[in-house]
């Protein structure tokens, strides 16, 4: 991870650290961070929250957050639209989860059930 490490996770706890990452995702884009510092916490919370190695989770961040020119959340001002807006990137993610190669069919299963948790988390805490 960029900036946290699986101990780190451990001593706060996963609810914890996973609504830290999505607040600093958030208050990056509010603040106009960035796109790589936003894009390293984006991957810091797909890390985290599904347990994927750092080169899926990049792979992921640069295809959802860094490349796609259809997405300028830091252009929204409304918090509830950029909410929306964070929460549609997630959803892209586990889509393109459930496409991405060179992943096993079980860790595929793995991930696709770690993002639903993460999704339900994030969406009752936010």
């Not at 991957?43 to 929250?49: F, H, I, K, M, V």
């Not at 989770?57 to 295809?63: E, K, Q």
């Not at 190669?101 to 991930?111: F, M, Q, S, Y």
Request: aromatic fraction near 8%; include cysteine; charged fraction near 30%.
């Amino acid at each position: 991870m960029y900036d946290s490490d699986l101990a780190d996770i451990e001593e706060i706890g996963w609810d914890r650290f996973i609504y830290g990452a999505w607040e600093a995702i958030f208050l990056g884009y509010r603040s106009f961070g960035g796109i790589r510092s936003i894009g390293r916490r984006w991957s810091d919370l797909l890390q985290a929250g599904l347990g994927c190695p750092e080169q899926i989770a990049d792979v992921l961040v640069r295809d959802q957050v860094i490349v796609r020119q259809d997405r300028d959340l830091m252009a929204i001002k409304d918090p509830g639209r950029l909410m929306a807006a964070m929460a549609e990137i997630l959803a892209d993610v586990g889509s393109e989860l459930g496409e991405l190669a060179g992943i096993t069919p079980a860790d595929r299963e793995r991930l696709l059930a770690a993002h639903q948790r993460l999704t339900e988390f994030l969406r009752e805490n936010f």
